[in-house]
């Protein structure tokens, strides 16, 4: 058995947040045993108000309450605690938040998403639509009232424990041919079929299962935004969800560093402890530069995003941040293991092991780190006048 992170003491964090966060994850059980998201670290967020904090005010509400929370969490719990949190509270509310005005039956879903009472995931990656959303198949098919929902999905994040799913799907026409217009729809969870629950290499706090629509029956109030613009909708959501990946590296691989910290003042090697060798010392100080350099980004981006519209500009610099952030998690978390020699790889002794194939998620989840980087290479521009006037190639 693994040690798990319930066996580490966190140190108590100061201020409001931080209590709260707390006080969430308290007597969760062993969720990653269980291979369930624990639903009350939802549910006691959204007693304690912190989800409402959240989103108060115009949209898009304290985004840096946002990065702070999934900064928190990540800190304190495992990994995939925080990445079932933030789809919860950044993914899924900033679309019901942004897109969910048109109807009392969107009005309804989106309080109880803030209370922590309905718990919602995103449905858009399928079997032949991955990296490329435009690709995918799961058809609604307009009917009397509503809309007809037939397909599936491959990947749902808090599939097995949640209320409700955002589908991105196709739009067929009223002969039940599929169109080339995607759109955005709220689907109750218990009218999908779970087909398969994902063994996945960690994250197993978090469950992630396939899912099916078997002809589901959804009233016209559950379209999430225009008809036509589901990618745009999805997208607008991920933004979001990447900022808190960028967040949840923030904290998970802080945590890693202290408790590297704290062995490297423990062990003792050639007559002194592991800190004493100046080399090792600054490997950790160069952890926490990388880390400081991302808060300062991560920072940056949720100011602009609360200051201006998420434009393709804004999105692509989101996707810089997330792109590096999942890069740097990797390679910090292995650095912090490292510090424990053969212990950091022993998953009895040591939680390290576990948590670099945790954080290992960041490269492929909400967009893999190709997607992130085609974002940003659509924003490269050339310097045409400066190259005119310091370039002078000969022929
Ligand atoms: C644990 C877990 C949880 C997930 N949860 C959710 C969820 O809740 N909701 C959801 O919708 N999805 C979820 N996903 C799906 C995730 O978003 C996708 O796996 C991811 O977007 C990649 O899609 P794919 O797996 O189909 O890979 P593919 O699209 O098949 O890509 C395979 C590889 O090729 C690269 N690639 C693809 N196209 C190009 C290109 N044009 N140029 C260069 N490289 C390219 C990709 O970057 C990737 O490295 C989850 C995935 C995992 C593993």
Redesign the pocket.
Known sequence: MAVGYDAISVPPRSGTLGDNVREALSGLGDASRLRRFPRGVLEKLGKLGVLRRRWAGPHPGDVLLGVSLAEEVAASAPTGIAVGVS?HTESVLSMLHRFGTGSDYLADLRERALDGTAIG?????EPQ????LSAVRTLATPVAGGWRISGS???????AVGDFVIVLCRLADGSGAPTRRLATVVVPLARAEVVRE?D?LG?HA?D?VAVEFHDVLIPAEAMLGRPGLGLANVSYGLSFERLAVGAQVLGAVGHALGLAVEHSERREQFGGPLRSHQHLEFRLADVLVELEVLRAAVHHMAGRLMAEPLDRALVARIAAVKVHAARLAERLVSECLQVFGGAGYLTRETPLGQMWQDVR?AR????????ML?LVAGELRGAAEAYRSAVRITA
């Open positions: 789809l995931a995103l449905a858009a990656s639509g991955g990296s490329d999905k491959k990947y749902v994040s808090l599939g994902h996945k994250t978090l992630t998620l492929i989840g909400g967009g893999t780190d190709e997607m085609a």
